[in-house]
């Protein structure tokens, strides 16, 4: 099955900083990669994703890059918040299209 | 909007006794996923049905079933509780296969003792 990493398990920067978080995955089917947000005490949340036939997506300060033939993708969160602390996972869904297998998530924290 | 809701927040129950955890969907998903929560191990598949009546294993079924008699409804089952059950569950919902976010409802923290 599927098996997908993260690194790394914990992530402080300073308020306006750049922060990187990358996963790599086992399953050359998969093609679709989410990446969910959980503040704390709250539920995940969908924050962006990409398909395996787009190599970068953006959405204001957050963006995504996929790279198929290194089977790894990364969240790129320019201009750091305080509001940006939270736990980050990625995901990945294989060949069979319902179920995510998940990484062990990153835990970011913005420092003002 | 998508809402997903599950029967507790909380919910502290003994070694041995069966424990039912509830999650309703109100946006006609096909699919729906449990998965349980453990610092340090991100989330982990436990059991999905991507149909009524239809279920499937996930990573980690054991000592675990499932119900899904009603499209909106998906049921967890701890047949026996044990205390390495403790964690915290979380219920998701799909409109189908695809790639479609997963919703997810708020978890139930579950304590066995």
């Known amino acids: 099955g599927e098996n997908v990493e993260q690194h790394p398990s914990t992530l402080s920067v300073q308020e306006g900083d750049s922060a990187v978080i990358k996963c790599t995955y086992s399953?050359?089917?998969?093609?679709?990669f989410p990446w969910y947000k959980q503040e704390l005490g709250k539920r995940p949340q969908l924050i962006i994703d990409i398909r395996s036939n787009v190599g970068e997506k953006k959405d204001q300060r957050i963006a995504v890059t996929l790279n198929k033939t290194a089977k790894h993708f990364s969240l790129h969160i320019t201009e750091t918040q305080p509001e940006d602390s939270a736990v980050y996972f990625c995901?990945?869904?294989?060949?069979?299209?319902?179920?995510?297998?998940f990484g062990k998530g990153t835990l970011l924290t913005v420092n003002p | 909007d998508v809402k997903v809701t599950q029967s507790s927040r909380y919910l502290v129950k003994r070694t041995g006794e069966k424990v039912f955890l509830e999650c309703v969907q109100d946006m006609d998903h096909e699919n729906m996923f449990w998965y349980r929560q453990d610092p340090g191990l991100g989330l982990r598949l436990i059991y999905f049905?991507?149909?009524?009546?239809?279920?499937e294993k996930g990573d980690i079924p054991e000592g675990y079933s499932v119900s899904r008699e009603k499209k909106e409804r998906f049921s967890l089952i701890l047949e026996s509780a044990s205390t390495n059950q403790t964690s915290m569950y979380l219920c998701a919902s799909r409109t189908g296969a695809g790639g479609d976010t997963q919703y997810f409802g708020p978890g139930t923290r579950l304590t066995v003792l």
């Open positions: 995901a990945a869904s294989g060949g069979s299209n319902y179920k995510l297998t």
């Open positions: 049905s991507y149909d009524v009546k239809m279920k």
């Open positions: 399953d050359s089917a998969s093609n679709y």
